[in-house]
């Protein structure tokens, strides 16, 4: 097998250079699709959306009032007008209003043509017959939306490029638009590669464990909005491992590994690797992550993640994530950060850099507070349950006191 090179600082590359190595290499395909709006939550623009007319296109009553002919000046308390006619939603007031006429209208209706004013319901009385009278002084608003409040015509409403959230797809929906231009997302390949995986349901032998990285990685990717294309589970073989790396560069975009990717007897994802296309690294100076590696199978973009499930999930959210909105031709978005104080005191050693899990808490003074629990180890998935926060604590970092301010990325998706 082709040999593999130490990267270039031999502890590995920071998250940072790795992530910069990453992206240079990437390119987004060519190529769109059109899909109808109910379908594009979360998907990518591949062209600049404009408004095609005014939205609303209309003056548009803000309360349930009375819509008052004239020019909009502030009417003294006891003026009258005589009532002539009703505009609700979808069914308005049929002609212009004149000077000391009024009409019933309701929220978002039409504001008839000649008035420049809505008088709220609240303000009024309705005596004898078809009279109206202002009971009490009114301000200066006018309660009238303007015609182009949600948009003007030839106005963006998105940008290339764009993620598509609830209120982007409802915004379209507003302005008419039924169907949304998007970028192809990336068909993703996962290979999940060991000796000791046996799959869930199925008896264990003694040494062995139930597979979960592969469930782990593909319910992450569909969190984050993709979905895997094919999934496989392949023993320490170099020459089945070599048939479905193979494979998955032909069926798709990506290929993922978790494992395989380390110095071990059995870690021939890396070599096989370096043999079916090239490994541009495979180090990371971090914790947990160190054994991931970065190249190409065949042409196709290539991760491998490491074999202990927390360090495969940290490093698909910080390298592989990031990747993946590149090949959609999305701007680049990271988990947002921000800065927390220690809860309880955390022992650590000085060493790597490390993504600690933690909850999110508020302190007795309103302050936002990190609270680690348990154990750290890679191997333990329930550190990631409920977690809401990865701690950025330093390389030269030692032992933390309560109350010290660390930063840190919050696990929490934008909703609209």
Same mark, same amino acid.
């Given at each position: ?193 060991? @000796? ?176 680690? @629990? ?43």
């Amino acid at each position: 097998m082709k040999a593999v090179a130490e990267p270039f600082p031999p502890e590995g590359l920071t998250l940072e250079q790795a992530r910069r190595e990453v992206l240079a290499a990437l390119t987004p395909p060519e190529g769109r699709e059109t899909v109808p709006l109910v379908e594009a939550l979360g998907r990518v623009t591949a062209t600049v959306l404009l408004a095609q007319e005014a939205v609303p296109g209309f003056r548009a009553s803000i309360m349930d009032g009375f819509a008052l002919g004239g020019d909009g000046a502030i009417p003294a308390e006891g003026r009258r007008w005589r009532l002539v006619g009703r505009s609700a939603p979808g069914a308005p007031f049929g002609r212009a209003l004149r000077q000391g006429e009024a009409v019933r209208i309701l929220t978002g209706a039409p504001v008839p043509a000649g008035s420049a004013r809505v008088l709220p319901q609240e303000l009024a009385e309705q005596g004898d017959g078809d009279t109206l009278r202002l009971r009490q002084p009114v301000g200066a608003n006018l309660w009238i939306r303007a015609a182009d409040e949600e948009a003007a015509p030839g106005q963006v409403l998105c940008e290339a490029g764009h993620r598509l959230g609830p209120a982007d797809l409802a915004r379209l929906a507003s302005c008419g638009l039924p169907r949304v231009p998007v970028r192809p997302r990336p068909r993703i390949g996962v290979l999940i590669s060991g @000796d000791e995986l046996t799959p869930v349901g199925e008896p264990r032998q003694p040494g062995a464990i139930w597979e979960s990285n592969g469930t782990l990685l593909e319910a992450l990717l569909a969190r984050l909005g993709y979905g895997v294309t094919v999934r496989l589970v392949v023993a320490d073989a170099p020459e089945a491992l070599r048939a479905a790396l193979e494979q998955l560069a032909r069926a798709c975009d990506v290929v993922v590994s978790t494992g395989g990717v380390s110095a071990g007897d059995s870690d021939w994802i890396r070599p096989l690797v370096a043999e079916l296309g090239g490994v541009e690294f495979w180090k990371l100076f971090l914790k947990p992550g160190r054994p991931f590696a970065f190249g190409q199978v065949r042409g196709r973009p290539f991760f491998g993640l490491p074999g202990n499930p927390v360090a495969a999930a940290v490093t698909a959210l910080q390298l592989l994530w990031p990747a993946l909105q590149r090949l959609e031709g999305a701007e680049v978005q990271l988990l947002p950060r921000l800065p927390v104080q220690l809860a309880a005191p955390l022992q650590r050693s000085p060493g790597r850099p490390e993504l600690a899990r933690a909850w999110l808490e508020v302190g007795p003074a309103g302050e936002l507070q990190a609270r680690v @629990d348990g154990s750290q180890a890679s191997s333990r998935i329930g550190s990631l349950q409920g977690a809401d926060l990865l701690l950025e604590l330093p390389a030269a970092s030692g032992s933390l006191e309560a109350g010290a301010t660390v930063w840190a990325q919050l696990l929490r998706l934008p909703i609209f």
